[in-house]
């Protein structure tokens, strides 16, 4: 898995960033291949 370096309450801002950047960059990717 990934570890992310967090501190203080900022820290599941930071989990649910990491996590709508890493959706956001699978989605793109499979739509990608799916091209000609």
């Given amino acids: 898995l990934?570890?992310?370096p967090?501190?203080?309450s900022v820290?599941?801002?930071n989990v649910s960033v990491?996590?709508?950047v890493c959706?956001?960059?699978a989605l793109r990717?499979?739509?990608a291949k799916?091209?000609?």
Avoid: D, Y
């Fill in 23 to 25: 959706l956001f960059e």
């Fill in 18 to 20: 990491a996590t709508g």
């Fill in 6 to 8: 967090m501190a203080g």
């Fill in 11 to 13: 820290s599941s801002l």
């Fill in 29 to 31: 990717q499979r739509s």
């Fill in 2 to 4: 990934v570890r992310l």
């Fill in 34 to 36: 799916r091209k000609p």
